[in-house]
């Protein structure tokens, strides 16, 4: 079984500024205010890793360990529809009704009570 290839929304580099580690997105060098815990900032740092985020199914965010860059990889957040794509926020297009239609569905659905 071959093995996904994985999307991520952002990878970042950390950069040492004094005593701060602080995450730059590798393409377009921009600082990323996101919270990456103080670990994995350091150990990135540290094996000259690359930090990447990527979101679960709950939603949940997990900062990796990537050696690499992937080649899909595309400049800071322009991918982020590909990976949070929500199952609960779809379009659907819904016909309007007239006013006569709805009264006669709201008759159908509610008749009255003898």
């Known amino acids: 079984m071959a093995k996904k290839e994985k999307i991520y929304e952002v990878i970042v580099e950390i950069v040492k500024d004094g005593n701060?580690?602080?995450?730059?997105e590798v393409n377009s060098g921009e600082f990323i205010?996101?919270?990456?815990?103080?670990?994995?900032?350091k150990y990135a740092l540290e094996g000259g890793w690359f930090l990447g985020k990527s979101i679960s199914a709950a939603g949940n965010t997990f900062w990796?360990?990537?050696d690499k860059i992937p080649e899909n990889y595309k400049t800071g957040r322009q991918n982020i529809g590909e990976i949070t794509k929500d199952r609960f926020t779809t379009l659907v297009d819904i016909p309007l009704l007239t006013e006569i239609e709805e009264y006669n569905l709201l008759k159908l659905l509610y008749p009255k009570s003898k």
């Open 20 to 24: 701060k580690m602080i995450p730059q």
């Open 64 to 66: 990796r360990r990537i």
């Open 33 to 41: 205010a996101d919270k990456i815990p103080y670990g994995a900032r």
